[in-house]
């Protein structure tokens, strides 16, 4: 029969069991318990996974927050600040690397490729020492086996972590390979020992594009872990296509090989002439990062090939990347209309999926009447009403290269603002939200129940936002917001009040540790309705003589950020979102909202991996963003929102935005980012974050003034606007309201020394 497998399973639960078990811990301390959960959400997800079909379960794909983190700590690449507390809290200790605490900074946080998961960037040195420091793989190894699961052990390759990871010194990473191997090779032997048949090395950074060091480190590192003891070993590639990575990957001395067909279908053939014999092939034909059926007409091809070319032994059919990409089980949206429901597909679905199409290729009559069936329903999706719509189609047609173009240059439009709103040196601002209390919280879940009437429910708000405003003005910050109150999350918002999106109940996704997010499904023409926004953000306005910014989430995040329809050019649905959103941004300046911020925290997310895509991309994206904001007056001051951004690859498209303020995460850093503004004089306001949002610690006066004075090298003091790396939605009120002060202190005692300096 024709095996299954699967590259990785959602971590946080049906009903987010992890997210609450961390959040508990963190709270009181009960590790008890949070392994508990830990260990019975992975028992659960493996026992899934074998009933759905999969032959051989993944395993050590499970983490606690992180699993790059994870693979830090197991071969001890442990910054010395966090030792002392590793050792005498191994949770703790990891837990501090993570989200920082007991005075700690917590390690820098990036995306992973071009998706919206955050891992943690290891933190290495020159002379850096490893050393197999853990046991994690092998004893999740033996939960699964003490199943009678056939467990496979997930590990991140060596290269590809040594690739994602940063040097404190400047040095080169990929130097520390030497180093390093030992510590893989001591873990190889010890699971080929405890009877292990095959490991999972992932090395997603063979669809990057790779310098000579790089393709010599990968010939160094498989060439030394095929000289010890090792179960078999299945190199994982993921995200694109090998192209001209693929001698090198078929060259390595490995047992099987991984490679996506989703995202890269048109590899294939090239991939079955290089692969050597004997060699196993996963095909990845499901896709691991979307949540629509696939296609039989697409994929059954694709398989037939493989299949007569390989034969059944050495062809393995998977997911195209691990699942933690998507939710768990679309069989929990009972709440959705039947026939969208039936073009879905989430983890379990893909796994049941999958399982069809083996037995189709094994012969079976029923699952081939099955993918018929499926096949039949998705070509019936393109009749559906409001997948196309004339009105939108036709207005995206007419669109004129004006749409993208403000009425006057930036220099013009800085005196202008500056004139119609004074502001202070150093003007002191946030990202918008504030946090989310349990009256709130309970506010909006008894709205949505019924048991809160609209006119109850819309006084909560209003008090909300009544508060937030007061606690801004008593910190003496220059420019207000609205705090967000009505929005249960930044993509979801929006979507929520346009036309062609869907939204799931119990749809979550892992963003970064117990943070999940709940991605929107873009399944028809998008276009507004009525104006999202500017009742809340006109009633803050009425309550302050301060400016209050008008928050709007940009159609590259909301893109980005959502299950996109596979039927239409990401970038078509792009500017369909860009009209959508434009309409609100006049409607706002209409109201009297003066400065309007268009976050994009997903920009340098979408960028694809191969840098002979990245122009198209940029174009778009960035011409999508200019649509939104476009035709506005030139008092009006357009500011954008990017966080965990590496920016001198797309410093050009940055500046194209045209927006008059930016504002960055780099406090994690230590203001490292702002090295593309200094190679790129960057005309515009730019808000690098002064403190850590994402960790519970409040930073102090002097911390922040000393990162503003780093800034201060780089950049002029007419272009610095202070404020924290994100928005505030995940912080309580006891860490908000020190930060913020401190913050405003920290400005006022730079803009005191500029001031004296002049």
Not at 319 to 340: F, I, K, N, R, Y
Not at 576 to 605: K, N, T
Not at 711 to 730: H, I, M, S
Request: glycine share 6%.
């Amino acid at each position: 029969m024709t095996r299954t497998t699967c590259l990785g399973f959602p971590r946080m639960g049906r009903r987010r069991e992890l997210k609450r078990a961390l959040e508990t811990y963190w709270r009181d301390g009960n590790a008890a318990a949070l392994l508990d959960t830990a260990r019975d959400l992975r028992a659960r997800h493996w026992n899934l996974a074998r009933d759905a079909g999969v032959d051989s379960v993944p395993v050590n794909d499970f983490s606690l927050y992180d699993h790059v983190l994870d693979t830090a700590v197991l071969f001890d690449a442990v910054p010395e600040r966090y030792r002392a507390l590793l050792a005498a809290d191994p949770l703790a200790g990891y837990f501090a690397m993570a989200r920082g605490g007991d005075g700690l900074h917590a390690l820098e946080m990036t995306k992973w490729f071009d998706t919206n998961y955050h891992y943690l960037v290891p933190e290495l040195h020159a002379g850096q020492r490893f050393r197999l420091a853990g046991d994690k793989p092998l004893a999740e190894c033996r939960e699964a086996q003490a199943l009678g699961l056939d467990a496979r052990p997930v590990l991140l390759g060596p290269v590809s972590f040594l690739k994602l990871a940063k040097t404190t010194d400047g040095s080169d990473p990929l130097a520390l390979l030497d180093a390093l191997l030992p510590a893989y090779i001591a873990l190889l032997e010890k699971l080929h020992e405890a009877g292990v048949a095959w490991v999972q090395l992932d090395e997603p950074c063979l669809t990057l594009d790779l310098d000579a060091p790089t393709r010599h480190a990968y010939a160094t590192a498989y060439a030394a872990l095929a000289l010890g003891a090792s179960p078999k070993r299945l190199l994982a590639t993921y995200f694109g296509a090998l192209d001209d990575n693929l001698a090198l990957a078929t060259e390595l001395p490995v047992d099987g090989l991984h490679i996506d067909l989703a995202r890269a279908p048109e590899q294939l053939d090239a991939v079955l002439a290089a692969l050597p014999a004997e060699r196993v092939l996963s095909v990845g034909v499901v896709d691991g990062r979307n949540i629509w059926r696939s296609s039989p007409r697409k994929v059954l091809p694709l398989l037939h090939k493989a299949l007569d070319k390989l034969g059944r032994d050495r062809l393995w059919l998977a997911p195209s990347c691990s699942l933690l990409h998507v939710p768990l089980d679309a069989g929990q949206e009972t709440g959705l209309p039947d026939e969208l429901r039936g073009w879905l597909a989430f983890a379990v679905q893909k796994l049941e999926e999958q399982q069809l199409y083996a037995r189709a290729l094994d012969g079976q009559d029923e699952a081939a009447q099955a993918l018929q069936a499926q096949a039949a329903r998705l070509a019936d999706r393109a009749s559906a009403a409001g997948v196309q719509r004339n009105d939108v189609r036709a207005r995206l047609h007419g669109l004129s290269a004006q749409a993208a173009q403000r009425r006057s240059a930036y220099l013009h439009r800085r005196a202008v603002q500056a004139e119609v709103r004074p502001l202070p040196l150093l003007p002191t601002t946030t990202i918008g939200s504030f946090p989310q209390t349990e009256t709130l919280r309970r506010a909006r879940a008894d709205h949505r129940a019924g048991r809160l009437d609209d006119k109850a429910y819309e006084q909560v708000l209003a008090d909300e936002i009544h508060q937030v405003l007061q606690q801004q003005e008593a910190a003496g910050l220059d420019v207000l917001v609205h705090g967000e109150p009505e929005r249960n999350d930044m993509v979801e918002y929006f979507g929520e009040q346009l036309d062609g999106f869907a939204f799931t109940r119990h749809g979550w996704v892992q963003s970064y540790g117990s943070r999940c997010v709940k991605p929107p499904i873009i399944w028809g023409d998008v276009a507004r309705p009525a104006p999202m926004t500017v009742r809340w953000s006109s009633y803050a306005q009425s309550l302050t003589e301060k400016p209050v910014k008008g928050m709007l989430t940009g159609p590259v995040t909301v893109l980005q950020w959502s299950f996109v329809r596979d039927d239409l050019p990401r970038e078509t649905v792009c500017r369909q979102l860009a009209l959508a959103l434009r309409d609100e941004v006049h409607d706002l300046e209409a109201a009297g909202i003066g400065i309007i911020q268009i976050d994009e925290p997903a920009l340098r997310e979408g960028l694809p991996l191969r840098h002979a895509e990245q122009a198209h991309y940029l174009d778009w994206a960035v011409t999508c963003f200019r649509i939104t904001a476009g035709g506005v007056a030139d008092a009006t001051q357009i500011h954008t929102h990017m966080c965990y951004s590496e920016f001198n690859a797309i410093i050009d498209a940055v500046a194209a935005l045209d927006a008059d303020v930016i504002s960055i995460e780099s406090s994690r850093s230590r203001m490292e980012l702002l090295d593309a503004f200094e190679r790129y004089r960057y005309p515009g306001g730019i808000g690098p974050g002064v403190y850590d949002i994402h960790s519970p610690r409040v930073p102090g006066r002097e911390e922040m003034a000393d990162l503003l004075r780093l800034a201060l090298r780089v950049l002029d003091p007419a272009q610095l606007w202070v404020n924290p790396d994100c928005g505030l939605k995940t912080r309580g009120w006891a860490e908000v309201t020190p930060a913020l002060n401190a913050m405003v202190a920290a400005a006022r005692e730079v803009r005191s020394e500029l001031e004296v300096a002049a």
